[in-house]
């Protein structure tokens, strides 16, 4: 059967109803998954993992302020930073660094549940806790990307 201009050789040919992206060109289907475990290992995964820790720090930071008013609680953000950095290496870790932040300005710091910062010696603490966690991102993800990069050429070895 010969192709006609319009295209419709790939809805008549036989080959078309089980492998159509070879039809058009495209990789095949079994293809698509390394491509995707590849993306959600490296970005979906630590993101969830970070999102769920800052979740869970949150939610006691803001029970102990509430209760006692304290002041310097941001700095409990450096355990989801740092087990985001040792697992998955400095950048989840700084993306999730920025978050930290965010968080700790919206719920922790007056005026309460804004992201505006009204004390400049908070915003001065909220600056030194990121410079703080994204050194501390970039030392500890160091060994973890290290990590990584030595599993690739493993197996590209083997």
């Not at 079994?30 to 800052?54: C, F, N, Q, R, T």
């Not at 740092?82 to 950048?91: D, I």
Request: net charge neutral; aromatic share 14%.
């Amino acid at each position: 059967m010969a192709p006609n201009p319009a295209g419709s050789f790939l809805f008549n040919s036989p080959q078309a109803s089980y492998n159509w992206p070879q039809c058009l060109g495209w990789a095949p289907l079994s293809g698509w998954g390394g491509v995707m475990s590849e993306i959600s290992k490296h970005w979906i995964g630590p993101g969830l993992m970070g999102a769920v820790l800052i979740a869970l720090t949150t939610a006691i930071l803001l029970a102990i302020y509430l209760a006692t008013k304290q002041e310097n609680l941001i700095f409990g953000y450096f355990i989801p930073t740092a087990f985001v950095a040792a697992r998955y290496g400095s950048t989840p870790a700084i993306v999730t660094t920025i978050a930290c932040d965010l968080c700790a300005a919206y719920f922790l710091y007056p005026p309460d549940f804004s992201i505006y910062v009204s004390d400049p010696l908070q915003l001065a603490e909220m600056s030194f806790f990121s410079l703080l966690a994204l050194a501390t991102c970039q030392f500890v993800g160091g060994f973890a990307d290290d990590e990584r990069l030595r599993k690739r050429a493993y197996k590209k070895a083997v």
